[in-house]
C-alpha cells in the first residue's frame, strides 16, 4: 500500500476550498472557468501511476480495477 500524499507544488485541499470561496458563482460555466484558472496558475498536473504498451492494453484494464491504483493508467498510442 503507497502511503497518499500532495506532491509537491500542488494545491493543498484549503486553497481548492477557496476556488469555492472566493466568490457566489452563478453556473456550471463560471465554475469551469474558475477551476481552469486555478489548475493553469498552480500548474496541476495528472499523476500518471503506470504506462502500457497499446499491444499491453487488456493488463492496463486489469490494473485500472487492482488495489494498487493510485493514478491514471495510460495506454500509449504506437503512432505518437
Not at 66 to 73: C, I, Q, R, T
Request: aromatic content about 8%; proline content about 8%; glycine content about 6%.
Amino acid at each position: 500500500m503507497r502511503a497518499w500524499q500532495i506532491p509537491a507544488g500542488c494545491p493543498t485541499p484549503d486553497q481548492i476550498e477557496m476556488i469555492a470561496a472566493d466568490k457566489p458563482v452563478r453556473g456550471a460555466g463560471e465554475v469551469l472557468i474558475r477551476v481552469n484558472a486555478f489548475i493553469v496558475r498552480h500548474q496541476v498536473k495528472p499523476l500518471t501511476d503506470r504506462q502500457f504498451d497499446f499491444a499491453d492494453a487488456h493488463a492496463a484494464y486489469a490494473y485500472q480495477s487492482s488495489a494498487d491504483l493510485f493514478g491514471k493508467v495510460v495506454i500509449a498510442n504506437p503512432g505518437t
